[in-house]
């Protein structure tokens, strides 16, 4: 697959422990996005992070918490990137979605 060299990065921000459909939503973000044909999509997990509500959530020892930050990292054109959005709406329920436009340098396999 070859990427034109505008895109766009879609960022989806969540708690580890939420979930769709009984499997964790950042695994079903990823799972969707590969049925879906899209460039590739990377699942960061966050050491330290608060949202709408908040509250901190660490990974501190003495804090631990059991719903660290989740950032799903999607880059693909805008067109594929609309594939995604209507499983969005329905699977995430708390959160932050954004998207920016990027410039991509190299996309390469072997």
């Known amino acids: 697959m070859k990427l034109p060299q505008e895109c766009i990065l879609l960022r989806i921000f969540f708690g580890e422990s939420d979930s769709y ?3 964790p939503l950042y695994e079903q973000i990823v799972m ?8 590739g999509a990377t699942v960061s997990r966050g050491i330290l992070g608060f949202g ?5 959530h660490s990974i501190k020892l003495l804090d631990i918490s059991e719903d660290l930050p ?41």
Do not use: C
């Open 21 to 23: 459909k009984g499997k």
């Open 32 to 39: 969707k996005a590969r049925e879906l044909g899209l460039a």
């Open 52 to 56: 709408a509500d908040s509250k901190i």
């Open 70 to 110: 989740i950032i799903v990292e999607i880059v693909d054109t805008e067109e594929n990137i609309a594939k995604i959005m209507p499983f969005l709406d329905e699977a995430i329920k708390e959160g932050l979605v954004t998207q920016e436009k990027v410039k991509v340098i190299k996309y390469l396999h072997s």
